[in-house]
């Protein structure tokens, strides 16, 4: 039993059945021990938190190229921020918990606000723009939680079904295409819109 096994036991656990499942009772459980064992290799639940979200924030998929467009660099580092919530979604709001003891939220931010600096962005347009960004994006992110392309299919296909075509008419001939929408598109759509604003 090591520290880094605790918080690899409680990432699966949380990715399997949710935030709210997780306690150190149970952690001890999936790990054969009490729970009291645990507090050997972590002082308390929110010292456990703080290390799952670490945990995640180490799988950041960052590649800096500064030779690259800033559309460019901006995407790619959207893109893996975004990526970290979709390897775990019920998770991803950890890495939110304040004074975590890793530099990879401010290395997220240098890379944007660089990228912005180097398109010629003010000072104050381009904290506009980051806090733009990174509101919109997390936003999206948090709010998709869990759920699955399946699923918001499922939603939107049951909607169109339940629609009055007579009174919403528009409705009925959106609804039907948004069905066939995946998570992906509308995220790579959302950068494009935000990103051509930004640019003019």
Excluded: C
Excluded at 81 to 86: F, P, R
Excluded at 115 to 122: H, I, Y
Excluded at 175 to 199: I, K, Q, S, Y
């Amino acid at each position: 039993m090591t520290r880094d096994r605790v918080v690899e036991a409680a990432l699966e656990l949380i990715d399997r059945d949710g935030l709210a499942a997780l306690s150190m009772r149970r952690l001890g459980a999936e790990l054969g021990v009490e729970g009291m064992a645990l507090y050997t290799h972590v002082r308390d639940k929110d010292d456990l938190l703080d290390a799952v979200a670490v945990r995640i924030l180490d799988e950041l998929e960052l590649d800096f190229d500064r030779t690259r467009p800033w559309q460019e660099r901006i995407r790619r580092t959207a893109l893996a921020w975004a990526g970290l919530q979709a390897r775990h979604p019920r998770a991803f709001p950890l890495v939110y918990r304040p004074g975590t003891a890793t530099d990879a939220p401010r290395e997220v931010a240098e890379e944007m606000f660089d990228a912005l600096r180097t398109a010629g962005f003010s000072r104050r347009e381009t904290a506009l723009a980051y806090q733009t960004i990174v509101n919109l994006l997390d936003g999206a992110l948090l709010s998709r939680g869990a759920t699955t392309d399946a699923d918001l299919q499922r939603a939107w296909r049951e909607m169109a079904d339940r629609n009055d075509p007579d009174a919403f008419p528009r409705y009925a001939e959106v609804a039907p295409e948004a069905a066939t929408l995946t998570w992906a598109e509308t995220l790579d759509t959302a950068l494009d819109l935000l990103l051509a604003g930004l640019e003019r």
